[in-house]
C-alpha cells in the first residue's frame, strides 16, 4: 500500500519520497525501481525518491503517510519519533487493532509520539475497500478520510482525490478505523466458508450478520453507527471478503481447507491483520460485553483449534431470535 499510494501521489504531480524500515528491502527497490516482494510489474519511476535515511525521508516533509502494519506500528514509529522535531500531520493506512494496548493505528501513533516527547501535528486515516493492485491499475476507487480535525479530512480529500480515485470526508476516526480492523475478522470467516465449499447464501448471511456485531462493538465504544453502513464499513467489508487476492479472505480459506494458522502463517510472504486483530477484538468485545459469536468462533478456530465445521455448526444451532441489526 504504501509503494502504490507513492504512484498514485507521484501521477499527481506531487513530491514524494519513499521509506522503508529495512534496509535491504530498499536497497532492492532503489535497484530494481520495483516492489518485486509486493507489488510486482509495476515501476517505480524515478521521480520518486526512495531511502532508508530517515533523515532524508523527513527533509522537508509535509505529510507523513504511515502504511505500516497495526502490531509493527509502535516498534516503527519509535524510530521515527526521536527525528521529528515538528507538529507533521499524520495519515495512517492501516487496519488494525494492537494485541495488548486495544488501540487503533492512531492512537497508538499518538501514544508513540508522545512517550517520545516529539510534536504532535493532526492526525487521521485514510479507509475503504482498496485492493492494492486494482489502484495500481488506477481502476475506480471510493475511500473515506477521516480526522476529529476536520479541517485536515479536507486537506486530506483534497490531496488524494483524482479521477478515478474518490475521498469522502467523516469526523468519526473511531468509527471508521474499527470498522477498517474488525472486518479483516468477518474476512478470515468469509475465507472459512470458501474453503469448505458451504456457498454464497452461506457468505452473504455471514456479511450481513458480521455487520451486526461488528455495529454493536462499535456504538458501545462511542462510534457513530452510520460510519459501519458507509464505505469504511460495509464497503469494504464486502470488498475483502469476496475479492479473492483479499489476505484474510485467503487466510480463512485455507483455514477451511485444514491447515492452522501457523502453518499458513509460516508460508506467506504477507501480513494476515485478521489474525491478531481476532484476538484484540475479543477483548473489546469483553471489555464492552457485547456479544460477537462469529468473531468468537474466528477466535476458536485460530487459537483453540477448533475444527471449522464445528465452529459453523455452533453458529447455526445458537438459539432462535428475531433479527436484530
Known amino acids: 500500500m504504501g509503494t502504490v499510494t507513492a504512484l498514485m501521489l507521484k501521477s499527481q504531480g506531487l513530491d514524494v519520497t519513499l521509506w522503508g524500515t529495512f534496509e535491504s528491502s530498499v536497497n532492492a527497490m532503489i535497484q530494481t525501481r520495483q516492489n518485486i516482494k509486493h507489488l510486482p510489474g509495476y515501476p517505480i519511476p524515478p521521480e520518486i525518491h526512495i531511502t532508508a535515511d530517515i533523515?532524508?525521508?523527513?527533509?522537508?516533509?509535509?505529510?507523513?503517510?504511515?502504511?505500516?502494519?497495526?502490531?509493527?506500528?509502535?516498534?516503527?514509529?519509535?524510530?521515527?519519533?526521536?527525528?521529528?522535531?515538528?507538529?507533521?500531520?499524520?495519515?495512517?493506512?492501516?487496519?488494525?487493532?494492537?494485541?495488548?494496548?486495544?488501540?487503533?493505528?492512531?492512537?497508538?501513533?499518538?501514544d508513540t509520539l508522545e512517550k517520545n516527547n516529539a510534536p504532535l501535528g493532526p492526525m487521521g486515516t485514510i479507509s475503504g475497500p482498496t485492493i492494492a493492485e486494482e489502484l495500481a491499475r488506477c481502476l475506480p476507487a471510493t475511500v473515506i478520510a477521516a480526522s476529529k480535525d476536520e479541517a485536515f479530512a479536507k486537506l486530506l480529500q483534497e490531496t488524494f482525490t483524482c479521477n478515478w480515485f474518490r475521498v469522502y470526508t467523516l469526523t468519526d476516526l473511531l468509527g471508521v478505523e474499527l470498522a477498517g480492523a474488525t472486518k479483516n475478522v468477518i474476512a478470515l470467516a468469509a475465507g472459512i466458508l470458501d474453503g469448505l465449499q458451504a456457498g454464497n447464501n452461506a457468505k452473504s448471511a455471514l456479511l450481513a450478520r458480521g455487520l451486526a456485531e461488528i455495529l454493536r462493538l462499535g456504538t458501545a465504544m462511542g462510534a457513530q453507527p452510520e460510519t459501519f453502513f458507509g464505505i469504511a464499513g460495509v464497503g469494504d467489508l464486502a470488498t475483502t471478503c469476496f475479492s479473492p487476492t483479499g489476505r484474510n479472505r485467503t487466510c480463512g480459506e485455507k483455514l477451511g481447507q485444514g491447515q492452522t494458522a501457523q502453518q499458513i502463517l509460516d508460508e506467506s510472504n504477507d501480513v494476515v491483520e485478521g489474525i491478531p486483530t481476532t484476538k484484540a477484538v475479543m477483548q473489546l468485545a469483553k471489555q464492552h460485553n457485547v456479544e460477537m459469536p462469529i468473531t468468537a468462533a474466528v477466535y476458536r478456530v485460530l487459537f483453540e483449534n477448533l475444527d471449522p465445521i464445528t465452529a459453523i455448526s455452533q453458529l447455526m444451532n445458537r438459539q432462535l431470535k428475531s433479527e436484530q441489526v
Open 55 to 110: 533523515h532524508e525521508a523527513l527533509q522537508d516533509t509535509q505529510l507523513l503517510i504511515s502504511t505500516v502494519p497495526t502490531q509493527h506500528i509502535r516498534s516503527v514509529w519509535g524510530r521515527l519519533a526521536e527525528h521529528i522535531d515538528k507538529p507533521l500531520p499524520i495519515v495512517s493506512m492501516a487496519k488494525g487493532i494492537e494485541i495488548g494496548t486495544l488501540l487503533s493505528p492512531t492512537q497508538i501513533l499518538t
